[in-house]
């Protein structure tokens, strides 16, 4: 053990043995056990990535992709209209881009109900949509691309689980798309 007081060692428990320029060689009086040498202080180990994605700099701020989990912290409700009025909306939009598909059908096959309805039970819809397809275009096709669609859509943006998506075709048009 090497003591770097020049005057000797600090501990009385302590006994200098040999003494140069250099360093000094101490040993510990009998019965002493003499404790580990402090290590030298190591770097903080390297922050890990946060699950879910990179954390993004901001100028002074950092920034996680993914919000801190929040779950258990509070109660989301959707108003069953909410719910209908976006499922509406999806469907509208993925009817006008999916290819064959003309839109919703008004005139469809329960009228109370509108082109689209959605019934919930708790977390999970079954939709019922009423459907124009453009003549030319494989039905079986139009739709799957439709309910496919629907589905993605609705489970990304409202959170639901979609177990049913049930399409009318109520009309083949023949005029050509616009």
Known sequence: MTDTVPDGPTDPRLTVVAEDEESTTIVPQPGYVVPPMPSAPSAPPAAPEPPGGRVYST?????????????GRGRTTVADEVVDR????????VADQVAGARGVHAGGADDAAGPVSVQLDGDQAVIDITLQVEFGHPLH?????VRGAVISQVERLLGLTVTEV????????FDPAP
């Open 166 to 173: 049930n399409i009318l075709v109520a009309e083949v048009t």
């Open 59 to 71: 100028g002074e701020r950092s920034h996680h992709s993914d919000p801190p989990e929040a779950a």
């Open 86 to 93: 976006v499922v509406e909306k999806i469907v509208s939009l």
């Open 141 to 145: 096709e139009v739709v799957e691309n």
